[in-house]
């Protein structure tokens, strides 16, 4: 063992470190808390992993370690370590105040897997640019769609997640409310004002609910007011904003004289969609490239 | 249309596989494709019929969902046929497919024209539907790796060559996969404010995609032992199924998952 070249028995061994290293945080300081990661904590680690790879990366030809995180042998393992940890995860109920295998988002064994997801995903997407030429291939093109695409995705959604806004905003048919709650119940002032012009509720004809929408007028303080609906599934967007359909007033049915937003701001979403959209690219090369194989 | 006249479109469809499939055994490659491609126009207008009379495409209910996949196993076998003339792979996909009817036949459920507001989407159709192309390609993956697991014939050079094909259906059924999960991302961000939230249906959708994903990159790790790659198809197959239809039955899963389908 440890004999060079280090095979999968090595990378297994390496994951299990950091399953064990992850129990040992769990006992010592405790549950991964995500909250401290809210800007700039996240933009700071996010430049620092970035930079770290580099680093990484131009050690290459003299770090073995470094060499071998570029191998099968070290990638195979980690995504099975990371099938079993998250099958845990798909087994145990999961809740917010759970601990363990009952809110794996925060237990470090999870997290500290899917990190060291993250570091291959960087590294080797680093390798392969720095060995580009001119002549670059689709099997090229593949590679950097799927492994950065999942890399950005997978990062940025991560570190973003403390920087999420989720607020909800009761508005009152003709009375303009800029004041909503956020989840731990404060009371959050808007740049801008949601006024409701009327509430729409439809149904089938067994009465099951077939259309919950909203007549707003978004009001801005440079004074444009737009006109617009809300469907369920078509949220309306604002300075950065999202502004979801959420509720109503129950006991009214069509009646109501209330309606419930769901606003929901996340700085980080062009990042992850950019991540998204380069993996459907990937997944389309993969398509063409296995058509072409034979 | 409704689910009464379903059996008649299906025992046309199924007879004109099971044509098509002992074609295949006989090596009449004309016929295999024009019984075959019947079966699947007639089972696709039965389709088509259902979708124009619940006014809304049947994608909603389980039983819906194997509608389309008893359509696209079929459609799978044809395409793995046509490009590795495998004689078996019809009769295999037939077979697969007869069983998914069967349930549907005996097994009925709640069949509902309505459709809640949270899914009239224009992400929901193809979010769904590419969701079961790619089980049936997989589900023709673990077919076939089945067949080498168990076949006597099995000499390692050809089932090296056989391997290869292998692998391209596992491909183009990950990239439909993946094609499915970020449909489903971006469509929940439309939906409920964020496009992964680890419920029950994400998690194993995560849990089947990193299945297969190692698979891939086992097979590409030089000296690999194509035996215990046939396994891992298995094994990510029955992850699928949990994600499928599994989490149904989850303790885990119920009541906190969005996907979990009552009707």
Same mark, same amino acid.
């Given at each position: 063992?440890?004999?060079?070249?280090?095979?999968?028995?090595?990378?297994?061994?390496?994951?299990?470190?950091?399953?064990?290293?992850?129990?040992?945080?769990?006992?010592?300081?405790?549950?991964?808390?995500?909250?401290?990661?809210?800007?700039?904590?996240?933009?700071?680690?996010?430049?620092?992993?970035?930079?770290?790879?580099?680093?990484?990366?131009?050690?290459?030809?003299?770090?073995?370690?470094?060499?071998?995180?570029?191998?099968?042998?070290?990638?195979?393992?980690?995504?099975?370590?990371?099938?079993?940890?998250?099958?845990?995860?798909?087994?145990?109920?999961?809740?917010?105040?759970?601990?363990?295998?009952?809110?794996?988002?925060?237990?470090?064994?999870?997290?500290?897997?899917?990190?060291?997801?993250?570091?291959?995903?960087?590294?080797?997407?680093?390798?392969?640019?720095?060995?580009?030429?001119?002549?670059?291939?689709?099997?090229?093109?593949?590679?950097?769609?799927?492994?950065? $695409?999942? =890399? &950005?995705?997978?990062?940025? *959604?991560?570190?973003?997640?403390?920087?999420? !806004? /989720?607020? #909800?905003?009761?508005?009152?048919?003709?009375?303009?409310?800029?004041?909503?709650?956020?989840?731990?119940?404060?009371?959050?002032?808007?740049?801008?004002?949601?006024?409701?012009?009327?509430?729409?509720?439809?149904?089938?004809?067994?009465?099951?609910?077939?259309?919950?929408?909203?007549?707003?007028?978004?009001?801005?303080?440079?004074?444009?007011?737009?006109?617009?609906?809300?469907?369920?599934?078509?949220?309306?967007?604002?300075?950065?904003?999202?502004?979801?359909?959420?509720?109503?007033?129950?006991?009214?049915?069509?009646?109501?004289?209330?309606?419930?937003?769901?606003?929901?701001?996340?700085?980080?979403?062009?990042?992850?969609?950019? $991540?998204? =959209? &380069?993996?459907?690219?990937? *997944?389309?090369?993969?398509?063409?490239?296995? !058509? /072409?194989? #034979? | 249309?409704?689910?009464?006249?379903?059996?008649?479109?299906?025992?046309?469809?199924?007879?004109?596989?099971?044509?098509?499939?002992?074609?295949?055994?006989?090596?009449?490659?004309?016929?295999?494709?024009?019984?075959?491609?019947?079966?699947?126009?007639?089972?696709?207008?039965?389709?088509?019929?259902?979708?124009?009379?619940?006014?809304?495409?049947?994608?909603?209910?389980?039983?819906?969902?194997?509608?389309?996949?008893?359509?696209?196993?079929?459609?799978?076998?044809?395409?793995?046929?046509?490009?590795?003339?495998?004689?078996?792979?019809?009769?295999?996909?037939?077979?697969?497919?007869?069983?998914?009817?069967?349930?549907?036949?005996?097994?009925?459920?709640?069949?509902?024209?309505?459709?809640?507001?949270?899914?009239?989407?224009?992400?929901?159709?193809?979010?769904?539907?590419?969701?079961?192309?790619?089980?049936?390609?997989?589900?023709?993956?673990?077919?076939?790796?089945?067949?080498?697991?168990?076949?006597?014939?099995?000499?390692?050079?050809?089932?090296?060559?056989?391997?290869?094909?292998?692998?391209?259906?596992?491909?183009?059924?990950?990239?439909?996969?993946?094609?499915?999960?970020?449909?489903?991302?971006?469509?929940?961000?439309?939906?409920?404010?964020?496009?992964?939230?680890?419920?029950?249906?994400?998690?194993?959708?995560?849990?089947?995609?990193?299945?297969?994903?190692?698979?891939?990159?086992?097979?590409?790790?030089?000296?690999?032992?194509?035996?215990?790659?046939?396994?891992?198809?298995?094994?990510?197959?029955?992850?699928?199924?949990?994600?499928?239809?599994?989490?149904?039955?989850?303790?885990?899963?119920?009541?906190?998952?969005?996907?979990?389908?009552?009707?």
């Amino acid at each position: 063992m440890w004999n060079k070249p280090w095979k999968m028995k090595e990378g297994f061994l390496l994951g299990g470190g950091l399953i064990i290293a992850g129990l040992a945080l769990e006992l010592t300081i405790g549950a991964v808390n995500w909250d401290a990661f809210a800007w700039p904590v996240n933009g700071i680690i996010l430049l620092g992993m970035i930079l770290a790879l580099v680093v990484m990366t131009l050690l290459y030809n003299k770090v073995y370690a470094i060499r071998f995180l570029c191998t099968y042998q070290a990638a195979i393992p980690t995504m099975v370590y990371a099938v079993v940890l998250t099958i845990i995860m798909g087994l145990n109920r999961q809740t917010d105040d759970g601990t363990w295998f009952n809110n794996m988002l925060t237990f470090w064994p999870f997290v500290l897997i899917y990190v060291f997801i993250a570091i291959i995903l960087g590294l080797i997407t680093l390798r392969r640019l720095s060995k580009l030429t001119h002549h670059i291939t689709l099997r090229d093109v593949s590679f950097l769609l799927n492994h950065l $695409g999942l =890399f &950005m995705a997978m990062v940025c *959604a991560t570190l973003g997640n403390a920087d999420i !806004q /989720r607020l #909800k905003l009761t508005a009152i048919v003709d009375e303009p409310e800029w004041r909503a709650i956020d989840q731990e119940q404060r009371i959050v002032e808007l740049p801008f004002m949601i006024q409701l012009d009327k509430f729409i509720m439809e149904t089938y004809d067994d009465g099951s609910p077939r259309r919950f929408a909203s007549d707003i007028q978004l009001i801005t303080p440079s004074k444009d007011t737009i006109k617009t609906t809300i469907d369920v599934n078509k949220p309306a967007e604002l300075d950065g904003w999202k502004i979801y359909q959420y509720s109503y007033d129950t006991t009214m049915g069509p009646m109501s004289q209330i309606s419930i937003f769901e606003l929901v701001h996340d700085p980080w979403l062009p990042w992850v969609y950019a $991540g998204i =959209f &380069m993996m459907l690219g990937g *997944a389309a090369s993969m398509f063409i490239l296995a !058509q /072409r194989k #034979k | 249309m409704s689910w009464e006249h379903f059996i008649y479109f299906a025992i046309a469809s199924v007879l004109l596989w099971i044509w098509g499939a002992w074609a295949a055994w006989k090596d009449n490659r004309k016929q295999t494709y024009y019984t075959t491609i019947a079966g699947l126009l007639i089972f696709f207008s039965f389709i088509v019929m259902m979708w124009i009379s619940l006014e809304r495409p049947p994608l909603r209910t389980m039983g819906e969902t194997r509608l389309w996949y008893s359509f696209f196993l079929p459609l799978a076998g044809l395409i793995i046929y046509s490009r590795w003339q495998y004689k078996w792979i019809l009769s295999f996909s037939t077979m697969m497919s007869v069983v998914f009817i069967c349930i549907n036949i005996f097994k009925p459920e709640i069949h509902s024209k309505t459709l809640m507001p949270a899914l009239q989407s224009p992400w929901f159709a193809p979010h769904v539907i590419v969701y079961m192309f790619a089980y049936a390609l997989l589900g023709a993956a673990t077919l076939m790796a089945l067949y080498h697991l168990f076949s006597k014939r099995s000499a390692q050079d050809s089932m090296y060559s056989q391997m290869t094909s292998l692998d391209n259906l596992v491909y183009v059924g990950l990239a439909f996969m993946t094609f499915g999960m970020l449909f489903g991302a971006l469509w929940a961000k439309e939906a409920w404010g964020h496009y992964w939230s680890w419920d029950p249906k994400e998690t194993w959708a995560a849990i089947t995609w990193f299945s297969y994903l190692v698979y891939i990159h086992y097979r590409l790790t030089p000296r690999n032992n194509p035996k215990l790659a046939l396994v891992m198809i298995i094994i990510s197959f029955i992850l699928l199924q949990m994600c499928w239809w599994g989490i149904n039955y989850l303790p885990a899963a119920m009541g906190s998952s969005v996907h979990t389908y009552n009707q």
